[in-house]
T-cell receptor, first 110, second 113 residues
Framework: KNEVEQSPQNLTAQEGEFITINCSYS?????LHWLQQHPGGGIVSLFM???GKKKHGRLIATINIQEKHSSLHITASHPRDSAVYIC????????????FGGGTRVLVKP | EAQVTQNPRYLITVTGKKLTVTCSQN?????MSWYRQDPGLGLRQIYY???????DKGDVPEGYKVSRKEKRNFPLILESPSPNQTSLYFC????????????FGPGTRLTVT
C-alpha cells in the first residue's frame, strides 16, 4: 500500500466549476505539500501545510492531521488550471524525506 | 530571482558514457534533493543532502552518485548510464526549517540508448 494516496486519478471539469482533490497518508508527517505540474513538465510548489488551511487566489488547501487527510480546492476553475496536481508528505521518521502521491490529472474545459 | 537551475535540460547519450547533471540554487537552502519521474511511477527520490558534505540515499539510488561540496551545488553523476535510467530528472531545494516550500528546477530529460 502506498504511503500517500490521491483521488481521483483523473478529473474533468467545466470552466467555472469547483474542484476538489483529496490526499490521504498513513505515516507521521512533518508537513504536506501540494505541487502543480503543467504539461511542459515544470513543477511549482503551491502550498506547504502542517495544520489548518491556506488560501492563495482561487486555491485553498486544508489538512486534518488527526484524520491524515488533506484536500486541495480550486474555485471558479479555468482552463489554465489544467495540470497534474501532486500531494507529497515529509515523513518525520525519515528526516522529512518527501514521499509523493501518484498525482491527479485535471482537465478544465472551456 | 529565487531559482533552481539544472543543466543540461535535454540529453541523449549512449550506454556507459559517464555524465553529470548540474544543479544550483541561489537561496542558501540547506536541503537539496534529486528526483526522477517515470510514467506510472510518479516522482521518486534518488538522493538528498541536508547540508554541505551530508548526503544520503533516497528510494532509488542505484546507478547514481552525488556530491555536496558547496551549499549551492548538488550535481547528479551517472558513472555508467543504462537505458533504464532514461527518465525526467528534477533537482529541488528547500530551507532547513519547515516554513518554506520546495523549489524545483526545470527538469532534465535524459535518454540513454
Amino acid at each position: 500500500k502506498n504511503e500517500v494516496e490521491q483521488s481521483p486519478q483523473n478529473l474533468t471539469a467545466q470552466e467555472g466549476e469547483f474542484i476538489t482533490i483529496n490526499c490521504s497518508y498513513s505515516v507521521g508527517i512533518s508537513a504536506l505539500h501540494w505541487l502543480q505540474q503543467h504539461p511542459g513538465g515544470g513543477i511549482v510548489s503551491l502550498f506547504m501545510l502542517s495544520s489548518g488551511k491556506k488560501k492563495h487566489g482561487r486555491l485553498i488547501a486544508t489538512i486534518n492531521i488527526q484524520e491524515k487527510h488533506s484536500s486541495l480546492h480550486i474555485t471558479a476553475s479555468h482552463p489554465r488550471d489544467s495540470a497534474v496536481y501532486i500531494c507529497a508528505v515529509g515523513i518525520k521518521a525519515a528526516g522529512n524525506k518527501l514521499t509523493f502521491g501518484g498525482g491527479t490529472r485535471v482537465l478544465v474545459k472551456p | 530571482e529565487a531559482q533552481v537551475t539544472q543543466n543540461p535540460r535535454y540529453l541523449i547519450t549512449v550506454t556507459g558514457k559517464k555524465l553529470t547533471v548540474t544543479c544550483s540554487q541561489n537561496m542558501n537552502h540547506e536541503y537539496m534533493s534529486w528526483y526522477r519521474q517515470d510514467p506510472g511511477l510518479g516522482l521518486r527520490q534518488i538522493y538528498y543532502s541536508m547540508n554541505v558534505e551530508v548526503t544520503d540515499k533516497g528510494d532509488v539510488p542505484e546507478g547514481y552518485k552525488v556530491s555536496r561540496k558547496e551549499k549551492r551545488n548538488f550535481p547528479l553523476i551517472l558513472e555508467s548510464p543504462s537505458p533504464n535510467q532514461t527518465s525526467l530528472y528534477f533537482c529541488a531545494s528547500r530551507s532547513g526549517s519547515l516554513v518554506g516550500g520546495q523549489y524545483f528546477g526545470p527538469g532534465t530529460r535524459l535518454t540513454v540508448t
